[in-house]
């Protein structure tokens, strides 16, 4: 349990930067969002090529979360991702984690799950459910 509760630090934390960045470049999630394979209707997106994407174009704060977040992607003993593969090119650098991140509206049945009130980027959303 404890390497999730370090995966959802992590992801928090790119949270967090990423609502500032929503309000003065938010070309740069989209961009990186669009660029992310994408799993059931397109509502997941892999996590790694995510942040791969983000880091590009990121500044030096955000870059810095997107580093720490991609080097907790990494599979292995110990470690969130224990073990992952890929066969194909529409996967090439996945990791094997997706994350829920729908590019037009959040479902609104996620407004009534218990972590709703804990997570900054659902408080950030809004009533309009729109995502990026």
């Given at each position: 349990m404890s390497r999730i509760g370090e995966m959802s630090a992590?992801?928090?934390?790119l949270s967090a930067s990423l609502?500032?960045?929503l309000d003065t470049d938010p070309k740069l999630i989209e961009a990186a969002w669009r660029r992310s394979p994408r799993f059931y209707d397109d509502n997941y997106?892999?996590?790694?090529?995510?942040a791969k994407s983000l880091r590009k174009k990121a500044d030096a704060?955000?870059?810095a979360?997107?580093?720490d977040l991609i080097a907790a992607l990494k599979a292995g003993?110990?470690?969130a991702i224990l073990r992952q593969g890929k066969i194909g090119r529409q996967v090439r650098g996945t990791c094997g984690l997706s994350i829920y991140f729908?590019?037009?509206?959040i479902n609104t049945a996620y407004r009534n799950l218990d972590f709703r009130d804990t997570k900054p980027w659902q408080k950030q959303q809004g009533e309009?459910?729109?995502m990026i």
């Open positions: 992590k992801v928090d934390a609502l500032a960045v997106i892999d996590l790694a090529c995510f704060e955000l870059q979360k997107v580093v003993k110990g470690r729908p590019g037009d509206r309009s459910g729109r």
